[in-house]
């Protein structure tokens, strides 16, 4: 029978009404026990190592949720953590980077009403995810959720209400979970799983509008020490006589890094399409391709501590981690 440990974090899949409205409240453990069965498919160990609504998380729980997969690798089969389904993309990715190729699967999961509601979608997906925490076809950051299995790197929430609240742009499902069967179309290969433990978390994120005024980039430039711009289509910046594009030039100068990615979930970014994104790559600014914009952010704070410059930053950014990106896209640039 597998190992594995389920990490509780609150969330709306472990919120019971309070005054009116919902707060996370159901510990780990009692999560388990209100699924039947579970104790029946593997042994399970529980832990709790703090309980929020996911709009409170910030990159110190993100790596208390790595610490806590990294203390106990050798000792289990396989991970799930239970999450938040608002901010769940972002803690995917983050621990897709400070857990690289990990050879057990370790599965996110939420749901989109809470457990104790009869219409809850909790209970299944945390069946569908403890099936695939033990299966031997599995490995690395997944998501499962409704019914599906995506890569953590490739995830964002696209429903606020319905059951299947999660889509991966660009990139394919690994596989489905249908009546308690599990179907894998594909898993990437991994190499030996690395544990990291610095994040930096100076990482904003501007999105353009219409209305979108130079003093507004002009602060999260200076606030920051990198800065994702999600911009229109496939990408650009507003000319308005280049000033938008002088400041980004005169930040990327002072050792400041800039990536650039799109509001269009599909498709990615193409800088070279039009004249307002043509030429920022060579002042300096990284273009994100396929990649999401939560990805962008949560692979920049891992790099920022461990690379120091613009040029190493964007070799590192480009290298792919856990599928985040298509190498071959930078290599037609």
Known sequence: MKKILFIGTGGTIASE?????????????????????????CEIEARQ????????????????IAR????SYDD??????????????????ALSYLIQDSEKPIIITGAQRPIGF????????????????????????????GGEVLLGTRV??????????????????????????????????????????????????????????????????????ALVIEAFGVGGLPHREGTFRKAVRRAIEAGK??????????????MSVYN?????????????????PEACIVKLMWLLPRAWDNDSRREEFYRPVACDIFPQERSEK
């Open 118 to 145: 009869d219409s809850s979608d909790s209970k299944q997906n945390l069946r569908d995810s403890f099936i695939c925490a033990c299966s031997d076809l599995l490995h690395g950051v997944l998501v499962v959720f």
């Open 17 to 41: 009404l309070s005054g009116g409205s919902l707060s996370p409240s159901i510990g780990a453990e009692q999560l388990i026990r209100l699924v039947p069965g579970l104790g029946d498919m």
């Open 68 to 71: 806590e997969i990294e203390d």
């Open 276 to 292: 307002v994104g043509s030429g920022l790559s060579d002042i300096g600014v990284i273009e994100a391709f396929d990649m999401t």
């Open 156 to 225: 964002r929430k696209t429903r606020s209400k319905s059951f299947s609240a999660f889509e991966s742009p660009n990139y394919p499902a690994i596989g489905t979970v249908k009546n308690g069967r599990l179907t894998v179309f594909f898993c990437p290969v991994t190499g030996e799983h690395r544990f990291y433990s610095l994040l930096e978390s100076s990482v904003g994120l501007l999105k353009l509008t219409p209305a979108t005024d130079l003093e507004l980039l002009s602060f999260m430039l200076s606030r920051y020490s």
């Open 76 to 93: 289990f089969d396989g991970f799930v953590v239970a999450h938040g389904t608002d901010t769940l993309s972002y803690t995917a990715a």
């Open 49 to 64: 190592p703090f309980t929020l609504d996911s709009t409170d998380i910030t990159t110190w729980h993100w790596l208390t």
């Open 257 to 270: 890094t800039v990536v650039l990615t799109t509001q269009v979930e599909s498709e990615g970014t193409d």
